[in-house]
């Protein structure tokens, strides 16, 4: 039972460098999530996607690309890193109709990303 | 708009005494409103959850809250700490408008002496 699986665990990248975090979840969800978190500041949402084909800005969304790739993955991608994007990335994912409703969120392990 | 706030970042209690990590929201909407826990290096795990049944809510691991209108808290309580509840918590608000957001709190560490 995977639930949702994120990867990378780690990364390290220099400034401007690009690379894309991975996200699957096995358990049929229809909306999916990236947030991040760092010290102090809770998590914050990036992006979202609350069904297969859509994707919606979130409170971060600066710097960000995402992709909903089919109903089981959902990717991040940085095309530009910069040090303030240093942080834990979670993704999450919560059953159908919890966007408005009260599901919680299913989330995964986290990606720790440091950019230089 | 939704808020939450966490009063305490650092709460550090003995083992076999109670927790209480507090926390005040501010919703024009009837809330939802949830724990979460995280243990170093994991995601964030639900706890319990409020969303207009019973104002005492219970949850796992012995962890319960409850809601309280008047005073806009929705506070975590246990009786008796374990070394294993030593973890970061956040209290969250749903956000009742179009996006479905989840509002977190900056979170809570709780340490346990033994």
């Known amino acids: 039972n995977a639930g949702v699986t994120q990867t990378p665990k780690f990364q390290v990248l220099k400034t401007g460098q690009s690379m894309t975090l991975q996200c699957a979840q096995d358990m049929n969800h229809n909306s999916m999530y990236w947030y991040r978190q760092d010290p102090g500041m809770g998590l914050r949402l990036i992006y979202y996607s609350a069904s297969e084909g859509t994707t919606d800005k979130g409170e971060v969304p600066n710097g960000y690309n995402v992709s909903r790739l089919n109903k089981r993955e959902f990717s991040l991608r940085l095309e530009s890193a910069a040090p303030s994007q240093t942080s834990v990335y979670f993704c999450?994912?919560?059953?159908?109709?919890?966007?408005?409703?009260?599901?919680?969120?299913?989330f995964g392990n986290g990606t720790r990303l440091t950019v230089t | 708009a939704q808020s939450v706030t966490q009063l305490d970042s650092h709460v550090s209690v003995s083992e076999g005494t109670p927790v209480l990590l507090r926390c005040n929201y501010s919703?024009?909407?009837?809330?939802?409103l949830f724990w979460y826990v995280q243990h170093p290096n994991k995601g964030l795990q639900l706890l319990l959850k409020?969303?207009?049944?019973?104002?005492l809510v219970k949850g796992i691991n012995g962890f319960e809250a409850e809601f309280k209108k008047s005073e806009t808290s929705f506070h975590l309580t246990k009786p008796s700490a374990h070394m294993s509840d030593a973890a970061e918590y956040f209290c969250v608000v749903r956000n009742g408008g179009s996006q479905g957001n989840l509002i977190f709190g900056k979170g809570t560490k709780l340490s346990v002496k033994p």
């Open positions: 999450a994912s919560s059953p159908p109709g919890s966007v408005f409703y009260n599901s919680p969120l299913h």
């Open positions: 409020y969303t207009s049944a019973a104002t």
């Open positions: 919703s024009s909407y009837s809330p939802s």
